[in-house]
């Protein structure tokens, strides 16, 4: 696999996945920049979760390479300033105060919207899951990181809330790669200028609504 020299730039390569003798994931590559926010769908099953949490590092894989700024990593999840993962499941401890996640992600109660600072003295288990959902999505996309990757982020918001996460997607974009994957594909349509489509073992780049519906994925 070739590494080039750009500001930022993610390579993934050769990423294939079995479970139980049934190949999901087969050569998979992929490309990712600076400035990038790539939709990424596939129906249940297909591997989308599963592409993600292998390019993060935290599942393994058959064959991968993962290649951020010219750097081969073995573990991406260990370079926490070159990538950051939202998985589909809450991960902050329920007993933390919100406050404090805050603290653990060096943010300020000055540098987080009116919606989070009004949390700001509750803990986590208090949260409504939209709440919660909203908070770890903030947290993950305002982390120092050169590339996101984003699992189900719109799971369980409101439609205010995902007008704000949008917002938030498309304004770190300006200095991140994004990788989105949500069945809620008008809304990951707004904002993203890359379409990506996992079926049948491959990686499929699309142009449009229109070539997701050819390959089965929507109905129009």
């Avoid at 600076?34 to 099953?45: E, K, M, Q």
């Avoid at 959902?133 to 050169?146: F, G, M, T, V």
């Amino acid at each position: 696999m070739l590494c080039h020299s750009q500001q930022h730039l993610m390579e993934v390569d050769s990423v294939s996945k079995s479970y139980g003798g049934r190949r999901i994931l087969s050569g998979i590559y992929l490309k990712v920049k600076t400035g990038d926010v790539c939709a990424l769908f596939g129906r249940n099953g297909t591997g989308k979760s599963t592409l993600q949490r292998i390019i993060f590092g935290s599942l393994s894989a058959g064959y991968k390479f993962v290649c951020i700024d010219d750097q081969m990593l073995k573990t991406p999840y260990t370079h926490s300033s070159s990538i950051s993962y939202l998985p589909d499941d809450f991960f902050i401890p329920s007993d933390l105060k919100v406050k404090k996640a805050l603290e653990l992600y060096n943010l300020s109660i000055d540098d987080v919207d009116e919606f989070i600072k009004s949390l700001s003295d509750k803990r986590i288990y208090s949260l409504s899951s939209g709440e919660r959902r909203y908070l770890e999505i903030y947290l993950i996309l305002r982390k120092e990181a050169h590339f996101v990757l984003l699992d189900e982020p719109f799971k369980f918001l409101s439609p205010l809330m995902i007008t704000r996460m949008e917002q938030l997607i498309l304004s770190e974009s300006e200095k991140k790669g994004i990788i989105v994957a949500d069945h809620r594909y008008k809304s990951v349509l707004k904002i993203a200028n890359r379409i990506l489509l996992v079926k049948d073992e491959a990686l499929y780049e699309l142009s449009d609504e229109k070539e997701l519906a050819d390959k089965g994925y929507i109905l129009l």
